[in-house]
């Protein structure tokens, strides 16, 4: 099975596309914010729509080519690489290669502009933009340098991204049914507790992920 390379989970985004669309349009009524957040939701469903095609087209070259022919061992990042340039081409192996830096490099930005945006808001810092790419980078070139296994640092790195998403969706949930911070768009009371029963079951979902990944 092929991981895609990037960021699967990112809950921190939440953060960022808040900050970036908050001031995008002002509405001065409550017409005008109304017509502002459908052209929004638009916005987010058209960019998911994006991202989870580009991650199913992944999977199903994967289950394709691999699977298909044979080859199930196939579960790390390098030797999807080779077997791409066996099976097809040189050229379709590259264009993965670069297909996976062109992701890393975009995951890589977001964690950064989020960081900014969190620290900026919360505890009201700023730190220089060559020191932020710095912590952001370290990491990643350490683990390349000490030689640990791409493929399996990926699935580390989005498990512990994974304990994030409590501290994204519970403040969501409690913004979004605040009247006095949404007003004319506040969350329905149905739509609250369907979003209270799904937040609920993801957090669980995620602690039993963290235990089964670093405990089990």
Same mark, same amino acid.
């Given at each position: 099975m092929l991981v895609p390379l990037g960021a699967?989970?990112?809950? &921190?985004? *939440?953060?960022? &596309? +808040?900050?970036?669309?908050?001031?995008?349009?002002?509405?001065?009524?409550?017409?005008?914010?109304?017509?502002? $957040? +459908? $052209?929004?939701? *638009?916005?987010?469903?058209?960019?998911?729509?994006?991202?989870?095609? *580009?991650?199913? +087209?992944?999977?199903i070259m994967a289950a394709a080519l691999f699977h298909e022919g044979g080859l199930t061992g196939v579960g790390d990042i390098d030797e999807a690489f080779e077997q791409l340039k066996v099976l097809v081409s040189n050229q379709s192996a590259i264009l993965f290669g670069v297909a996976l830096l062109a992701s890393g490099f975009s995951s890589s930005s977001v964690g950064t502009m989020s960081g900014q945006v969190v620290m900026q808001g919360f505890i009201n810092r700023r730190i220089p933009l060559f020191l932020r790419r710095l912590i952001t980078m370290v990491p990643a070139l350490t683990i390349l340098a000490i030689g640990l296994n791409p493929s399996?640092?990926?699935?580390? +790195?989005q498990v512990v991204l994974s304990f994030g998403i409590p501290f994204a969706l519970i403040p969501l949930l409690t913004f979004c049914r605040n009247r006095n911070i949404l007003g004319v768009l506040v969350n329905h009371r149905l739509t609250t507790g369907v979003a209270t029963i799904v937040v609920t079951l993801i957090v669980c979902l995620n602690v039993f992920l963290l235990y089964r990944t670093f405990f089990a």
């Open positions: 699967t989970v990112m809950p &921190h985004v *939440i953060y960022l &596309h +808040s900050a970036l669309t908050q001031r995008r349009v002002e509405g001065k009524t409550d017409e005008e914010k109304k017509k502002i $957040f +459908s $052209f929004e939701r *638009i916005d987010v469903i058209i960019a998911m729509a994006i991202a989870e095609t *580009i991650n199913a +087209s992944m999977l399996r640092s990926l699935v580390i +790195s």
